[in-house]
């Protein structure tokens, strides 16, 4: 029987590899994004199973929207994906406030927000839902130039690990992944501005990330796909409150 599943992120990067992955599967997909029309086009692409919609993970109303809309388009939602997030870069002292509030509204309450809302969706329906958030790579190491970053994808796991032992007893698991360099838009931006903030190139930037990498590429987003949905399915039964590395080996603990 064919699940409903909601990616926030979902337009692109690993929210849209995410999307692609668990649509393959045979599953109901809803991608909300803040990009709107971007979440559409990428369900069009889909084709059926697939619906996309406007969301700000800042905004409970706006998520409930998207889980309103997925429950009617296909029955009652019982996985999801929390990939909302942004980033930007500084040096530790030169962080402002502002800095500090976007990373931390999008990276942790907006997974504080979904997640809470997917709980309650799970038990008012009866469900033994999955959800998977995305941490980071930074959520394990302290990241230079992402101390703001790394301190709201902590939050992350601290936050997933608190609610899979709450609601454990209910049948509903929480995991997270961590993902290492990903190839993806956010990516791109990163490797301008950490070049900036080194007076080296975005090549030379690109190039570390893989010297970094055992496994010596980038990584893609699909790479991170795959444990997404591995974790979401029966197979990961008996796993939860878990922070599973997917960093090519850049972190192994």
Not at 31 to 56: S, W
Not at 122 to 144: C, E, Q, R, W, Y
Not at 230 to 242: K, P, V, Y
Request: include cysteine; proline fraction near 3%; charged fraction near 20%.
């Amino acid at each position: 029987m064919a699940r409903t599943v909601i990616v926030t992120g979902g337009a692109n990067g690993i929210g849209l590899a995410s999307a692609r992955a668990f649509h393959a599967s045979g599953d109901n997909v809803v991608i909300a994004d803040l990009d709107g029309d971007g979440a559409r086009q990428a369900a069009e692409a889909l084709g059926e199973r697939a619906v996309g919609c406007t969301v700000d993970v800042r905004d409970r109303a706006s998520i409930e929207r998207a889980f309103a809309l997925g429950a009617e388009t296909f029955g009652p939602i019982s996985v999801v994906h929390a990939n909302a997030g942004v980033s930007s870069m500084k040096r530790a002292l030169d962080l402002t406030e502002e800095d500090w509030d976007f990373n931390f509204d999008v990276n942790a309450k907006g997974v504080f927000l979904t997640n809470q809302v997917a709980v309650r969706h799970f038990l008012d329906h009866g469900m033994k839902g999955a959800i998977v958030n995305t941490a980071s790579l930074a959520a394990k190491v302290g990241a230079p130039f992402l101390a703001h970053y790394s301190a709201s994808k902590f939050a992350v796991v601290g936050w997933t690990q608190a609610l899979a032992r709450e609601h454990a007893p209910d049948g509903i698991r929480v995991n997270a992944v961590c993902p290492g360099f990903v190839r993806t838009p956010m990516q791109e931006r990163e490797v301008k501005w950490e070049a900036e903030l080194l007076g080296s190139t975005p090549e030379k930037v690109r190039q570390s990330y893989i010297e970094q990498t055992p496994l010596g590429r980038l990584e893609e987003p699909e790479d991170v796909a795959g444990v997404v949905v591995f974790l979401a399915s029966d197979d990961a039964r008996f796993m939860t409150g878990q922070a599973i590395n997917v960093t090519g080996g850049v972190y192994m603990t």
